[in-house]
């Protein structure tokens, strides 16, 4: 069965720095990755799909099939960044995405 | 353009107390999914549906019951609420041809 592991439950970085929110999955096929995000009193939306390959918001993923990963980056980080982010995986035939514990991320001033 | 709504926003039942969540969308879509959040576990599937009519289970689906009469609508029920059900639940529906999910506000319910 698929897994997404997303390591960090928290995350803390400086306005400014860089941001790398991590996403390891586990599927024998050829998944699509995704990450969603969810700001304080708003509803989950879509923030990136890896095969877009595009940016939003300054954030990039690239999916890496030989680590099984999708890393989301973002080179400087800004207070509007505090969110929640869960990193999700759906296949070809499969009607659902498996979505991982997700990750706070914490911008400090 | 609503998009997807859910309602009640909030709720507080008492154990073995029943309740029905609506979940309503105006895009068409095929897809409809029942998900609750908890902390630390994420977003876990409850129940879906692939077309008006069809239901199916996903990872958590003991104590709930659903179902899409209608094409828009998708209802999740508690028949007899437990404090183990206390959570945030979402709503989200999607077209068949992508993961385009898109999630209703929540509903933030509380069984004591």
């Known amino acids: 069965a698929q897994r997404v592991t997303q390591p960090e439950k928290l995350l803390s970085v400086f306005k400014g720095a860089p941001v790398e929110l991590k996403c390891n999955y586990s599927y024998s096929g050829s998944p699509e990755l995704f990450w969603y995000v969810q700001y304080s009193r708003q509803r989950l939306q879509l923030l990136l799909r890896?095969?877009s390959r595009e940016s939003i918001k300054g954030f990039t993923a690239d999916l890496n099939k030989g680590e099984t990963s999708f890393h989301l980056k973002k080179p400087f980080a800004q207070e509007e960044d505090s969110a929640m982010y869960y990193c999700a995986l759906g296949y070809f035939g499969n009607e659902k995405l498996t979505f991982g514990t997700g990750t706070r991320l914490t911008i400090i001033p | 353009n609503a998009g997807v709504t859910q309602t009640p926003k909030f709720r507080v039942l008492k154990t073995g107390q029943s309740m029905t969540l609506l979940c309503a969308q105006d895009m068409n879509h095929e897809y409809m999914y029942w998900y609750r959040q908890d902390p630390g576990m994420g977003l876990r599937l409850i129940h879906y549906s692939v077309g008006e009519g069809t239901t199916a289970k996903g990872e958590v689906p003991d104590g709930y019951n659903v179902s899409r009469l209608k094409k828009q609508n998708f209802l999740l029920g508690l028949e007899s609420a437990a404090p183990s059900q206390t959570s945030v639940y979402f709503c989200?529906?999607?077209?068949?041809?992508?993961?385009?999910?898109?999630f209703g506000s929540g509903t933030r319910l509380t069984v004591v």
């Open positions: 890896h095969i």
């Open positions: 989200a529906s999607n077209p068949s041809d992508s993961y385009g999910y898109t």
